[in-house]
């Protein structure tokens, strides 16, 4: 089987277990604070995703979030970079609005991505150069907007931060609407249909945006990061999404002091 049909199937039958897993109890364990939480499902799936590559693929190299590749600094070969159910908050709490994301490189290239909408079974996926899709519907491609009629999407919770608010707010203040939905792969993903002009965040690890990042490039969407740089596989950054014309315009008018503001969070987390 190829491999860009080989992980698509992969994707849907990793989907189809967490809906047979998800009504047995959950256990629910936290990481890095009380919000930040990891329960028995997803450890499960990442370990049934590694699994079917290791045997298929005994070659490949894996970034899981759940602990697989986090040494892995080389993109060399054929690398995956997987998170088995981004939005776990939404997850434990409304049992929807969560997905697997599933992003493919050959030597650092983007090659495949895929985001799946578990609870819609949705399956957004693309292979590079040949479009992006939900199911079997091809994506279009994006058009251009401009802040002021844009939807954007972001965590309402970094305008709560005062030296970040600093940049982030106006584009709030100035857009049409913001939006958050718990979930960076499907916000991505939103971003690549159009149902926001833009995602942005100051801090995002790869296998939350790989996946998705893949789809949207596809239809001529632009990710970067907020220094208008090309996204590491291997490492976390700030995240821009966005249609061409409205990550322009949020780069330029209002991201332009961002290594100011970054320095100054860096000598802040420093004192600590």
Known sequence: ??????????????????RKWMVEDLAIEEKSNPNDLVTNVDKAIEQFIVQQIQESYPHHRIIGEEGHGHDITSTEGVVWVIDPIDGTLNFIHQREN????????KDGVPYAGFVYDVMADLLYHAKVGHGAYINQNEIPQLEGTRVRESIIGMNPN????PILSSILQPIISDSRSARAY????L???YVATGQLAA???PRLQPWDYAGGMVILNEVGGVATNFAGESLSITAPNSILMGNAQVHEEIRQDYLQNYDHVLTALQQKFKRK
């Not at 970094?158 to 931060?161: M, S």
């Open 199 to 201: 995602y942005l965040t």
């Open 182 to 185: 718990g979930s960076a792969a």
């Open 158 to 161: 970094w305008l709560t931060k």
């Open 98 to 105: 969560f997905a697997i994301s599933v992003g493919i490189f």
């Open 1 to 18: 089987m190829h491999l860009y049909d080989y992980a698509k199937s992969l994707v849907l039958e990793a989907g189809n277990n967490v």
């Open 187 to 189: 916000e991505i993903v």
